[in-house]
């Protein structure tokens, strides 16, 4: 195993002049980027990184807020184009094939960053399979738009069995996403699980978009576990031009728990013309809206599972009709929303979730058809030291006492507790909250401090001990809260209460 370790925002190249390039077992701390680029400088069509393979790379961060550094900061970069820079892709060349990503780790934890797993060009045949991405707004791109007079897609792409933690808040993309593809022909996207750390990620799981005038054909998304995302599935129009989406198969998801939005939905269909799109043995639960529909599409929802949402289908904005015969609806009675079936008329009369106009719905399916759905992801939780009455030992606290507890929060090399929201801040079992406003730049001064002399500042905070909910039967207590970027914290300490 090899470790690079550099100054804040260095970046790393390997220029890639022939087939059967390497790069295994290596650890890079606190990079740029770290670039894997072919025919970079050239206009010539020949092949420069086939057989390309990329496997047990751990890219990290060790300081907070390095990620952001000016601004361009990604994880691993795939560029097979005549030039590399953030914008610009270049001339067409021939497409680079057999390229493997394979159980990487991208660690971005310490701040949300952007492009986890980048990939530019035109590649037939990659895998990207077994990786780690955490933190990332957009984690795995394939971003073949360029433009102009850009014409090429990438074939033949299989994306499988990634875990990717997605960031809480936006770092300003255009495109955000866990999976993104665009301009991609011909792949898949099966067995993944995407989700995000605390509250939502502010756009999709997996985003499918068409581009220029290209027309997408036979993407297969398949088997996928996503949730706490704005969208389980995207299919946008952005870029799409006159492009169609064509046999796009959505099949055997989990698409739960979305939000953060008014128009969060498990499947969220806004592609314009005569598309062909379907979906089907899918689980669509506990969302705001199952399945949106917001252009004219031709599709087809069969078989799945679409229950305890808040809206069932909502496809008043689509033409012609979504058939959404053969689902079930959370009820034996079927959907509920009052409209009527285009087509036989049948009223929307259940205790099922809601359909609205434009949707077929008659027959539908008495009992659930699927099996039990798989969990989201658990939380991925930061555990921070604490020092609850710095100095003082036993830890002796007072339930019956209006008087204060101070709890600090240490610092050290992988944690700045500046990153700590401290309007997220509570303590004890009552969730007792700060006793002193640590919004007010004075105050929240005052309270940085460093209680331990270890050269790491601490972040010192005060309760009521009458209101932390303790009891003689407590020998713990624990601090909660989240930082600044949504990722939720825990401390505990021993105490002593009486």
């Known amino acids: 195993m090899s470790t690079r370790a550099g100054p804040p925002g260095f970046q790393i190249l390997f220029g890639v002049d022939g087939p059967g390039f390497t790069l295994q077992d290596v650890t890079v701390i606190n990079p740029l980027r ?20 990329v496997q047990r790379v751990t890219v990290t961060y060790a300081l907070v807020g390095l990620p952001t550094v000016v601004g361009t900061s990604r994880g691993l970069i795939f560029s097979a184009t005549s030039v590399f820079d953030q914008f610009n892709f270049g001339f067409v060349i021939t497409p680079t094939t057999g390229m493997q990503i394979l159980d990487n780790v991208i660690d971005s934890s310490v701040t949300p960053s952007i492009d986890g797993i980048d990939l530019r060009g035109h590649l037939d045949g990659a895998v990207i399979q077994g990786n780690t991405l955490i933190n990332y707004a957009d984690a795995i791109i394939s971003n073949n738009f360029g433009g102009g007079a850009q014409t090429f897609n990438s074939f033949n792409m299989s994306f499988l069995d990634n875990n ?12 955000e996403g866990g999976i993104i593809l665009v301009g991609v022909e011909n792949s898949v996207v099966r067995g993944n699980t995407i989700s995000t750390a605390s509250g939502f990620s502010p756009d999709a799981g997996i985003y499918v978009a068409s581009r220029n005038i290209s027309q997408t054909d036979n993407i297969t998304v398949e088997n996928n576990n996503v949730c706490n995302v704005r969208w389980g599935v995207n299919v946008n129009r952005d870029f799409q031009g006159g492009a169609l989406y064509t046999n796009l198969s959505i099949k055997g998801n989990t698409f739960s728990n979305t939000g953060g939005t008014v128009d969060s939905a498990g499947i969220r269909i806004d592609a314009a013309g005569g598309n062909t799109i379907t979906a089907m043995n899918n689980n669509i ?16 929802l069969l078989n799945n599972n679409v229950s305890g949402n808040a809206a069932g289908v909502d496809a008043s904005g689509a033409s012609p009709n979504v058939d959404a015969r053969s689902n079930f609806w959370g009820a034996a009675d079927g959907p509920s929303g009052g409209v009527l079936d285009p087509v036989t008329s049948l009223p929307a009369s259940g205790s099922g979730d809601s359909v609205s106009t434009n949707v077929r719905f008659d027959p539908f399916l008495a009992s659930n058809p699927l099996p039990p759905p798989p969990l989201c992801p658990p939380v991925d939780l930061i555990e921070v030291d604490i020092d609850i009455k710095p100095n003082s030992d036993p830890n002796s606290i007072n339930t019956n006492s209006m008087g204060k507890v101070p709890v600090a929060i240490l610092g050290s090399d992988t944690f700045d507790v500046t990153d700590v929201d401290v309007t997220t801040l509570t303590f ?13 730049p004075v105050v929240y001064a005052a309270h940085l401090q460093d209680v331990n002399t270890d050269s790491f500042t601490d972040l010192v905070s005060h309760y009521i001990q009458k209101e932390t909910g303790l009891t003689s039967a407590d020998t713990e207590a624990c601090i909660m809260g989240e930082t600044i970027g949504g990722t939720p914290i825990e401390g505990c300490d021993a105490v002593r209460v009486k």
Not at 288 to 298: F, M, R, V
Request: no cysteine; aromatic share 4%; net charge negative.
């Open 34 to 53: 770290v670039v894997v680029a072919a025919a970079v400088g050239s206009t010539d069509a020949t092949p420069k990184a086939d057989n390309l393979t």
């Open 428 to 440: 004890g079992p009552s969730g007792a909250m700060p006793a002193h406003d640590l919004t007010d």
């Open 285 to 300: 639960i506990n969302n705001p809206t199952g399945a949106l529909i917001t252009s004219s599409t031709l599709l087809t």
């Open 164 to 175: 990717i933690t997605m960031a809480s808040v936006s770092v300003g993309e255009f495109f």
